[in-house]
């Protein structure tokens, strides 16, 4: 994991960015998939309180030429290594691509945020992302809880997870299709 810290005033939008997820990922032990979780929330949270930064660096990316948009694609692709130990422990390894539409997809769900003034509800949007993010490597029922769930810090230390907010189960798409409702 590459570690982070408070980044000094020369780095740029996109190294502070990382920073601040891979501080959260970090500082995440309980599990990978918590962690992954966190590095989201670091992420989406910091996008958030730096809208206007953020904001224009998605429009200068929608405008840029190969040079910015290969910088933009150096960028995203360092979110990567954090999605590396899902490789490692799934019971079946996604192929390796998936890492890249994982991360293409959640930077378009930011982009979609900035592009229509709404990066102040990015962090409400944690837990899907989380889903997307876990799911290749963790199925979707586990993804899904996982990703909904709240962690407790007990007295002693340990922590567990409860439903913070009620979802559907991974088999709940099947079932409103059956009723004709999804």
């Known amino acids: 994991m590459t570690g982070g810290g408070a980044a000094p005033?020369?780095?740029?939008?996109?190294d502070r960015a990382f920073?601040?997820?891979?501080?959260?990922?970090?500082?995440?032990s309980e599990s990978w998939g918590l962690a992954v979780r966190a590095a989201i929330a670091g992420l989406f949270g910091f996008l958030a309180e730096h809208a206007r930064e953020t904001r224009a660096c998605i429009v200068?990316?929608?405008?840029a030429g190969p040079g910015a948009l290969g910088h933009r694609d150096r960028a995203i692709e360092r979110?990567?290594?954090l999605l590396q130990p899902g490789f490692m422990?799934?019971?079946?390894?996604?192929?390796?691509?998936?890492?890249d539409a994982i991360t293409g997809g959640i930077?378009?769900?930011?982009r979609g945020h900035a592009l229509e003034h709404r990066l102040d509800e990015l962090p409400?949007?944690?837990?899907?992302?989380?889903?997307v993010a876990l799911l290749p490597f963790l199925g979707a029922a586990a993804a899904i809880d996982l990703?909904?769930?709240?962690?407790?810090?007990?007295?002693?230390?340990?922590?567990?997870?409860?439903?913070?907010?009620?979802?559907?189960?991974?088999?709940?798409?099947?079932?409103r299709r059956a009723r004709g409702t999804g």
């Open 107 to 110: 930077y378009e769900l930011v």
């Open 147 to 175: 990703a909904y769930s709240k962690v407790h810090t007990q007295a002693s230390g340990a922590t567990s997870a409860s439903r913070s907010n009620p979802r559907p189960s991974a088999a709940a798409p099947a079932s």
């Open 9 to 14: 005033p020369s780095d740029s939008f996109a």
């Open 19 to 28: 920073a601040a997820a891979s501080d959260a990922y970090a500082c995440t």
């Open 124 to 131: 409400g949007a944690v837990a899907d992302a989380t889903v």
């Open 89 to 99: 422990t799934a019971s079946t390894p996604p192929p390796e691509i998936v890492a």
């Open 60 to 63: 200068e990316d929608c405008g």
């Open 79 to 81: 979110f990567t290594e």
